[in-house]
């Protein structure tokens, strides 16, 4: 239940924006949020539960297309889980930062970034097909292996062997091929069983069970119904007991979106049209008017702006972590590489 774009979450807006004399009424509206929480976290599973089912009943039907599985069919779901693991050790290594999302070829000054790399990946990418989440998703462990591979040897044929980039890649492509050595008898085990029940005939239908989940999707919609009434209700209640921002709140509000960055003042602006589908983010001068403007968007853009402010001031005292600053060496190291293919260039 996080709110979208770094909006401040509605418990800690009711809690601050409520008036002392209803003390009693923010803590009943905590416990009603918390509540609703819990619920979604149930909701959850079972929509998963569902989608999983009825993913492989697509499969048990003979089908190698589509499904979040593919052509493992009713058994892969388990390897593909346990080759989940694997991956997420992989991705938290400490030297994985340059893997992790896509290449900024953009923001690096790549130009010839798909000239020499035909098909990028990286392993958010690789996660969202594993989900279901993009356009495509894998078949098998082995197209997963094979996408984990294409990471490292895309980083390899980019950059020069002394690149740190290069380094990398190639000192985790090693720890993954041990892994996947280790885990690669349970794919051939389970290949085997899968092509075993194919040749049998044996076909996965459960009437009772199709009916059971049928029923709880139905359950489920309705229940996501009503805790869409609920949160309506709460809103509700936010807006008719938020008291109202001072005039020198406002004002320290305004001086305060003035030394926003870029991005965080875009997210302020979104928080206001959140509530006033009329107004005009994109627009290259925008003239916002704090007294036209809702206690509660007030009170979301107060403590929205108290954040990304405080964040800023971390940023700028020089708190920053290791992997942070090792995340800026390697694109330094991309950026020289990328220096050094423009000046061959005759």
């Known amino acids: 239940m996080t709110p979208a774009n770094g909006a401040a979450a509605p418990e800690a807006v009711a809690e601050a924006a409520l008036a002392p004399e209803v003390e009693s009424e923010a803590d009943a509206f905590q416990r009603q949020v918390d509540d609703l929480v819990a619920k979604t976290d149930v909701l959850e599973r079972r929509v998963n539960e569902v989608v999983d089912f009825y993913d492989g009943k697509k499969q048990g039907s003979g089908g190698r297309k589509g499904g979040r599985h593919g052509a493992y069919g009713r058994g892969m779901p388990d390897i593909m889980r346990q080759f989940g693991v694997i991956l997420r050790e992989i991705t938290d290594d400490n030297d994985a930062w340059p893997f992790r999302e896509p290449v900024d070829v953009v923001g690096l000054n790549l130009h010839d970034y798909y000239k020499i790399i035909t098909k990028p990946m990286d392993f958010s990418t690789i996660q ?42 190639k000192s985790l492509l090693e720890k993954f091929e041990e892994k996947w050595r280790q885990f690669l008898p349970k794919v051939e085990s389970e290949e085997k069983r899968q092509k075993e029940e194919e040749s049998k005939g044996v076909v996965a239908t459960n009437t009772s069970r199709e009916a059971a989940i049928a029923k709880l999707a139905k359950d489920t919609d ?58 005009q983010i994109k627009a290259e001068e925008v003239d916002l008017d704090m007294d036209a403007q809702s206690e509660t968007t007030l009170w979301r853009l107060k403590f929205f702006v108290a954040e990304a402010l405080e964040r800023q001031a971390n ?32």
């Open 222 to 279: 309705d229940e996501l119904n009503q805790i869409n009434k609920q949160l309506e209700e709460l809103r509700k209640m936010v807006v008719n007991r938020c008291r109202k921002m001072t005039t020198d709140e406002k004002r320290k509000l305004g001086a305060g979106l003035c030394h926003l960055s870029p991005d965080d003042l875009n997210k302020a602006l979104e928080i206001v049209a959140q509530d006033n589908p009329s107004f």
């Open 128 to 169: 969202n097909k594993m989900e279901g989440k993009d356009v495509t998703t894998y078949k098998n462990v082995r197209e997963i292996y094979a996408d984990v591979r294409l990471i490292f040897a895309n980083a390899m044929t980019y950059n020069d062997d002394e690149n740190i980039v290069h380094l990398l890649a």
């Open 315 to 346: 940023a700028a005292s020089g708190k920053m972590d290791e992997n942070t600053k090792r995340k800026r060496e390697i694109c330094n190291a991309l950026a020289k590489t990328a220096s050094k293919r423009i000046k061959k260039q005759p």
